[in-house]
């Protein structure tokens, strides 16, 4: 099946700075991503529709000027949490489908600690 | 509009015992069915996917789900817990646009 790669797995930073998280999909191209927020023992909450060449369509709730989501291309999608604060400390997951490959399940990566201090 | 809904938050079998994990969907269209399984701070793992053709899927691990027109479901069993099964459970749904949905999921606890 497909793969989609996630980085950082661990990131510990300090209050105020920005973290940026990198999903790519390693042998697909996926013009669609998508980026949750998973809180302990929780389910994931999706924070946003990544769309490679456009803006990202956000959902209801979630600070646009605070996760920046860019999709430069078929095979990258970053999310840079700005100016973090303890309170965005959480498990953050990115996924993507490859619809065109026939596959109709999603991909997901192995997901972003968070950690801010 | 899509929904998921999985019963029971909390599931504890003894090791051995039969695994039953509760899945139940609401669309006026039959969508393409998942179960996923996650471990501590990990991504989510594929087990199996109903796509419209048999009714009985069979997953990795053992694992296998019916699809239910009748009864809009799609619970995920399997015969006989393994301590390595002890994890997070999620069942999702998704058409052929790119949004997937969601349940709760389900904790998993196995008893030795």
């Known amino acids: 099946g497909a793969v989609v790669s996630q980085h950082p797995s661990r990131v510990i930073c300090k209050s105020g700075t920005s973290v940026k998280i990198e999903c790519r999909s390693l042998?697909?191209?996926?013009?669609?991503m998508f980026w949750y927020r998973q809180f302990p023992k929780q389910s994931l909450m999706l924070m946003a529709t990544?769309?490679?060449?456009?803006?990202?369509?956000?959902e209801q709730g979630v600070e646009k000027d605070k996760f920046l989501i860019n999709h430069a291309s078929l095979t990258l999608s970053t999310l840079t949490v700005t100016s973090a604060h303890p309170e965005d400390s959480s498990f953050y997951i990115c996924?993507?489908?490859?619809?065109?490959?026939?596959?109709?399940?999603?991909?997901f990566g192995q997901g972003t600690r968070l950690t801010v201090v | 509009a899509q929904s998921v809904t999985q019963l029971g938050s909390h599931v504890s079998v003894s090791e051995g015992a039969l695994v039953l994990l509760r899945c139940n969907y609401s669309?006026?269209?039959?969508?393409?069915l998942f179960w996923y399984v996650q471990y501590p701070n990990q991504g989510l793992q594929l087990l199996l996917k109903?796509?419209?053709?048999?009714?009985l899927v069979k997953g990795i691990n053992g694992f296998e789900a019916e699809f239910k027109k009748s009864e809009t479901s799609f619970h995920l069993t399997k015969p006989s817990a393994h301590m390595s099964d002890a994890a997070e459970y999620f069942c999702?749904?998704?058409?052929?646009?790119?949004?997937?949905?969601f349940g709760t999921g389900t904790s998993l606890t196995v008893i030795p």
């Open positions: 109903y796509t419209s053709a048999a009714t």
């Open positions: 999702a749904a998704g058409l052929m646009g790119n949004q997937f949905y």
């Open positions: 990544s769309n490679e060449g456009s803006k990202a369509t956000y």
């Open positions: 996924s993507a489908r490859d619809l065109a490959g026939g596959h109709t399940e999603a991909f």
């Open positions: 669309s006026s269209v039959p969508p393409y």
């Open positions: 042998d697909f191209q996926a013009t669609t």
